[in-house]
């Protein structure tokens, strides 16, 4: 049984539409790539704009506070961007093992978004921002172990020197 989620191996061939990054995308550059490269933008925006508001508030209830407004825009890109036509007809037949794995990740963002909040609310952004991106070793690995990722040795490579910038940065803390 390898990969041992071999549905999410697949997951990629159902594609959104490409309304969000058409204007932009770069000819020869595959679209889930860009879109990653997006991700990381935003994602590092967002350590920032969310320590700019916890100035007032709990690091719990910022985070609440969030996860209303993330719900939202995911919902509307859903609206939007989505086929909303099958959304029900796409939930009804989901397994259950896809709706437990989805409920699994939920808790896990959701525990990391806790103390990534917490972290955020007392400690240096820097540091902190710094520290959780060593999640990409733990995804790397993961990735390749359990979904079935290809390994190579660019790959490996890439992760050690994360680790090593990350031992040489935060180490000193």
């Known amino acids: 049984m390898w990969p041992l989620f071999p549905s999410a191996v697949n997951a990629g061939e159902k594609s959104a539409p490409d309304i969000p990054f058409t204007a932009c995308h770069t000819p020869g550059m595959e679209k889930w790539k860009l879109y990653a490269y997006a991700s990381a933008v935003f994602a590092g925006f967002t350590a920032i704009v969310a320590r700019a508001g916890l100035k007032t508030m709990s690091a719990d209830l910022g985070l609440a506070v969030r996860s209303v407004f993330v719900s939202v825009f995911v919902l509307l890109n859903l609206l939007f961007w989505g ?91």
């Open 83 to 173: 086929n909303i036509h099958t959304v029900w007809g796409e939930l009804k037949s989901s397994s259950i093992r896809t709706h437990a794995l989805l409920a699994l990740s939920a808790l896990t963002t959701a525990l990391s978004w806790i103390c990534y909040y917490r972290a955020i609310k007392d400690g240096q952004v820097s540091y902190v921002a710094l520290v959780d991106k060593g999640s990409i070793i733990i995804t790397v690995v993961c990735s390749v172990l359990l979904l079935g990722d290809p390994f190579s040795w660019r790959l490996a490579g890439g992760t050690v020197l994360v680790l090593a910038g990350l031992f040489v940065l935060a180490g000193g803390k």
